[in-house]
Structure formats: structure tokens, C-alpha cells
């Protein structure tokens, strides 16, 4: 599928908005409600509307929440997706907080060999404080059964936070040291009415040059197939690779190639952009796989060029919150 001078060969899917954390970037900060069960899109209909994506041109997915592990039955929907020869790449972003090793085990048997994990802190007190969950050693305990496994690349997301996590940053990129972990500062995206301040945000060229002040320099990296937005680097004798992503300082639309599909069964061109497609609706009202497709392509007309997440005067910023939308 082509969205301007786009290629959208990407399918980011949010099989849940429920989660077992409350991290304060991604929840509202007011009291929010869960999306009724049977306006969730469920596992068939989400089957059938990823179907219909690969034969337009779909080839890599990513499960997201939400935690996509609090979802039931979710082992069985990721075996039957695995199905769907026309793709070729499945994975996973998740607080890792329900995954055991046997549930690794399970997902590198069905061929999942891919994993992103969100960790923004090494301290269990500040891990308790940004998630609302005392759950640290549950995480890095999953991370370093993952990584003993051999799932790989294991990519670890942090949103890095000024007065919360800045003074850990090359206590985190220096993990690649030790380990072949893809490490991903993420620059924080303002949404709705979340409690963090605008002000706590921590562009990559600070980020980068903290790191650098500490650890040494960081060497660019080629760009690779499944490297995503992220811009890489290696620190010397590291491991692993220190990645950065940026939507604020620096924004990827141009290179934008996703299509994403709520929990609520709606087709979301841009992450921060509220523009959303219903597809669940005509999916139940018995449209045919043609109609559905044509709900898929012209959903993509509406992509937009970037974004105005920069803009604190825009109008058109996102009112939906990342946990509804799966990141
Ligand atoms: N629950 C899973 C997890 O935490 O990995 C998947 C969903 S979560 C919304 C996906 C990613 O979005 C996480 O890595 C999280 O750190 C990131 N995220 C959430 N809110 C964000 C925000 N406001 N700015 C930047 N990244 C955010
Ligand atoms: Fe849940 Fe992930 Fe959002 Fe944290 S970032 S609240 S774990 S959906």
C-alpha cells in the first residue's frame, strides 16, 4: 500500500487497552474507563482485518496494548497469526511483567524471536513511582530469561524523564556493555492529560551528550532492515546498541511506514495524529473482504505529512492517550 510516497508495509496492533501498570507518560492522569469487552475487537476479527492487510501489502506486525499479555487467550491469537504465511516478521512490545519462562518458551515456539520490553529505570523505588507497580524484579528477571533463551534482538524502550530518570541515562545505555540489548531512548510525546510536564522532556542531542560526557563516544551504526525510526549507535567494546527515537526533535514522518489498528477495531494512520478509521462496525455489519480493503486504503489517504506534537499551539494534537493506542 502506498501513502503518498510511503510504503506501508507495516501493522501495529493493539490487542488490548487494559493494562496491569499506570505508567504516569502513558495513562491520563484523571480518572479513565476501560472500552466495554464487546466493543473490543476480538482475536477473529482482528485475524481476518490483518489478512486482509497482508494481501494489500502488510509483511511485518507488532502486538501491542495496552500489556498484551493481560489479554486471554492471547497465546493462541499470536499462534494463529504466525500462520499468516505473509509475514514475515512478528513481534511484541510489553512490560514484561507476565512473561515466565515457559510463555517465552511458547513464543519461540510459534517463531517469535522478537521482543521489545519497556524499562526506564534500574531502581525498583523509581520503578515503583513511574509505573505505579512494584514489579521491578519481575521485569528484569523476564528480560534476563528472554535474553537466556536467546530471543534476539531484545530491545529495551525508555522514556527518558528530567527530575526522574535523567541521572540513570548512562547507567541504562551502559547495560549495553554487558549485554547485546538494543537500548531506545524514546523522547517523551505530550498526549492528553497526562501528569508529566512538558518541561521534563529530554530531547536526543541532550540524551546523546550525556551519554558521550560518560561512556565515550557513540559510533553510528548502519541502518538495518528492522531498524524502525530508531537512529543507532555502539558504544566502543559495547555489546549491544544505544538507538534514539525521535518525534520530537527530529520526526520520521517521511520515512512513516505503519498503519496502526486499535483495540476498538478503528484504522489509525499517525500515532499522533486522532484521525481514526471504524472498520470493526462495517466487519460486523457483514462487509465483504473487497469493502473491508477499500476501508484499508482510504483510510491511508488521511496519513499525514508530520506531525504537530512540537507545535504547543497546534490544534490538531492527539487527545488519546499511548495506552489506548499501543505506542
Ligand atoms: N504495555 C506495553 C509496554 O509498555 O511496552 C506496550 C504498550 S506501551 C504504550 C508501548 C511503548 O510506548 C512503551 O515502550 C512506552 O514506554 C511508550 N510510551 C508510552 N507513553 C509514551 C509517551 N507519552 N511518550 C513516549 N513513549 C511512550
Ligand atoms: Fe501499560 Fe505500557 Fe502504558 Fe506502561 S507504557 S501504562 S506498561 S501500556
Known amino acids: 500500500m502506498i501513502a503518498g510516497n510511503r510504503t506501508i508495509n507495516y501493522l501495529r496492533i493493539s490487542v488490548t487497552d487494559r493494562c496491569n501498570f499506570r505508567c504516569r507518560y502513558c495513562v491520563p492522569a484523571s480518572p479513565f474507563t476501560v472500552i466495554e469487552h ?38 493462541s491469537f499470536l499462534e494463529q497469526l504466525c500462520r499468516l504465511d505473509a509475514l514475515q516478521d512478528i513481534s511484541i ?19 517469535i524471536r522478537r521482543l521489545n520490553f519497556s524499562l526506564d529505570t534500574l531502581d525498583p523505588v523509581k520503578f ?6 512494584d514489579r521491578y524484579h519481575r521485569v528484569w528477571d523476564s528480560i534476563m530469561t528472554a535474553h537466556d533463551l536467546g530471543i534476539s534482538p531484545i530491545k529495551i524502550n525508555a522514556v527518558a524523564l528530567r527530575g526522574f530518570n535523567d541521572d540513570e541515562i548512562c547507567a541504562i545505555a551502559g547495560l549495553t556493555k554487558k549485554y547485546p540489548f538494543h537500548i531506545r531512548f524514546i523522547e517523551y510525546m505530550p498526549m492528553g492529560d497526562s501528569d508529566i510536564e512538558r518541561q521534563q ?47 520530537i526533535s527530529s520526526h520520521f514522518c517521511s520515512e512513516c511506514n505503519r498503519l496502526r489498528l486499535t483495540s476498538r477495531g478503528t484504522l489509525r494512520p499517525c500515532l499522533l495524529n486522532d484521525y481514526e478509521q471504524d472498520i470493526l462496525s462495517p466487519l460486523r455489519a457483514g462487509a465483504s473482504d473487497h469493502q473491508l480493503k477499500s476501508i484499508i486504503e482510504s483510510t491511508l ?27
Open 301 to 327: 489517504t488521511h496519513k499525514p505529512l508530520f506531525h504537530s506534537l512540537n507545535d504547543p499551539k497546534a490544534k490538531n494534537i492527539p487527545i488519546s492517550h499511548m495506552n489506548s493506542i499501543g505506542g
Open 93 to 111: 512490545t510489553t512490560n514484561g511483567a507476565l512473561l515466565t519462562r515457559e510463555k517465552i518458551k511458547a513464543l519461540i515456539q510459534m517463531g
Open 128 to 133: 515503583f513511582a513511574i509505573t505505579g507497580r
Open 201 to 247: 522532556q529530554i530531547l536526543t542531542r541532550e540524551i546523546h551528550a550525556r551519554i558521550e560526557a560518560t561512556l565515550g563516544p557513540l559510533i553510528p551504526m548502519e541502518r538495518e532492515y528492522n531498524d524502525g525510526p530508531a537512529k543507532k549507535f555502539k558504544l566502543s567494546n559495547a555489546r549491544g546498541v544505544v538507538g534514539f527515537i525521535t518525534p
Open 38 to 75: 464487546e466493543k473490543i475487537a476480538r482475536y477473529e476479527e482482528i485475524l481476518r482485518i490483518t489478512r486482509l492487510g497482508c494481501e494489500l501489502g502488510i509483511t511485518k506486525v507488532r502486538i501491542t496494548g495496552g500489556e498484551p499479555f493481560v489479554r486471554k487467550g492471547i497465546f
